[in-house]
């Protein structure tokens, strides 16, 4: 990964055996949503012979009914040779329709400089592709203003693509001079230019509302969340989007079919509908998977049957005792060598 080498360090690939049997332990242990997430995940295994799609439809065969997988962040070079299967992945039922792709500009000498190995129309083309093939699907993607190299127009080439694009996810940065990469010792934009370019590219993503067209939507979504405020459950649906739903107590940890009655800028509210053929009961879903853990427990722990623990202890009790002696001859040395001393010292008083 040349374009993150200098921060992040070299590509290191967890086998997907390992990958998929952690994945199998969560969802034994009633996990109902899993996170693959790492620094690009489009480059994974590129060190040990694997391709991302192998793992994925790995993964799709052990998440059970009702539970939810979500893609984490790609940089566009890694994920364009798997748009294809990755388009197939993403519309697969049990894998958010979301995949997070930075952009970081829109200028494509300004990407130069910052080191990357894409262009602004590779990264077009990753958005148009899946917007494309995935209905629905929700592309984020993240911005850095005031790169020490960005004039006003290679600004306004990024301003425009917000525009051509609306995000429903933008996440917006200032530029910051991290200590071992080649801009580290760039001279920087005046520091209140920056700011302004900032909230000129916030005010631009306020200004439109990614969510109105779902109004009135029936929507499943899986609650695995309790909101900043307290006042509601979180739920996602199939695109990733933000679903507010009433804090019911069998609501969370599964899958609840609402009503859109309410849009904002980041969030949606639905209100639960009820069955048709049983129209006093509420379409509530489990995912099949156990019970969670309770409060306290560790994942990945097993707990060993006692009369194991005691064959284990029986058979082994010796070599117990067996590692103790080296310390205890250190003591038994320690306290024959203070007698000696003192022994010493009283010949010499006397």
Not at 43 to 58: E, F, H, M, N, S
Not at 85 to 90: F, N, P, T
Not at 220 to 226: A, G, K, R
Request: proline residues 7%.
């Amino acid at each position: 990964m040349r374009e993150t080498k200098h921060a992040r360090g070299d590509l290191g690939s967890y086998s997907p055996e390992d990958i998929v049997n952690r994945a199998k332990q969560s969802f034994e242990e009633g996990v109902v949503e899993l996170w693959l997430t790492s620094e690009d995940l489009g480059a994974y295994g590129r060190d040990i012979g694997v391709t991302l799609p192998q793992l994925l439809w790995k993964l799709v065969e052990v998440i059970p009914d009702g539970a939810m997988m979500r893609l984490g962040m790609t940089n566009p070079p890694y994920i364009l040779e798997h748009l294809e299967e990755v388009a197939k992945i993403l519309n697969h039922p049990r894998v958010y329709s979301f995949l997070h792709v930075p952009v970081q500009s829109a200028s494509d000498s300004v990407l130069m400089d910052m080191k990357r190995e894409y262009c602004k129309e590779d990264f077009k083309h990753v958005v148009d592709f899946l917007r494309e093939k995935v209905p629905d699907v929700n592309v984020a993607t993240d911005l850095i203003c005031g790169f020490p190299t960005e004039t006003e127009e290679d600004f306004q080439e990024s301003m425009e693509l917000v525009k051509q694009y609306k995000f429903a996810s933008l996440f917006i940065n200032q530029f910051f001079p991290r200590p071992g990469t080649p801009a580290f010792k760039m001279q920087r934009i005046p520091g209140n230019e920056v700011k302004e370019r900032t909230k000129a590219v916030s005010k631009l993503f306020q200004s439109y509302h990614p969510y109105t067209h779902k109004l009135g939507q029936i929507q499943d979504v899986l609650v695995t969340e309790i909101s900043h405020d307290g006042q509601f459950y979180v739920g996602h649906n199939k695109s990733y989007d933000q679903v507010l739903v009433p804090m019911c107590e069998n609501f969370m940890g599964r899958k609840v079919r609402v009503k859109i009655f309410e849009t904002g800028k980041h969030f949606m509210k639905g209100k639960p509908v009820t069955d048709s053929e049983t129209p006093d009961s509420l379409t509530v879903s489990q995912p099949k998977v156990p019970a969670p853990l309770k409060k306290g427990e560790v994942s990945g722990l097993t707990t060993t049957p006692p009369d194991v623990k005691q064959t284990t202890m029986r058979s082994e009790g010796w070599w117990y005792w067996l590692g103790l002696l080296p310390l205890a001859v250190a003591v038994a040395y320690m306290l024959l060598l203070n007698l000696i001393i003192d022994d010493e010292n009283l010949s010499d008083l006397s």
